[in-house]
């Protein structure tokens, strides 16, 4: 998901509410791994409705690119 400096602790405050983990910091952007059941990921996704999240996977085993160098915009 994007996310500048100014905007981390907000979305860090919400990852550590559900347990998630930060995956990855990067300039611009953070990866977030969260596990549970279709209702726990649709409220932390909720949550973060004002950010930007440039990648999403709800899957099993996943891989994600570090960054934003690799996201297409659609």
Known sequence: MRAAAGERQGVITVAD????????VAPESLIIELTGDQDKIDAFLALL??????????????????????????
């Open 49 to 74: 409705e004002g950010y930007e999240i440039l990648e999403l996977a709800r899957t099993g085993i996943a891989g994600l690119g570090r960054g934003i160098e690799n996201v297409t915009y659609l």
């Open 17 to 24: 509410i559900f347990r998630a983990n930060i995956i990855d």
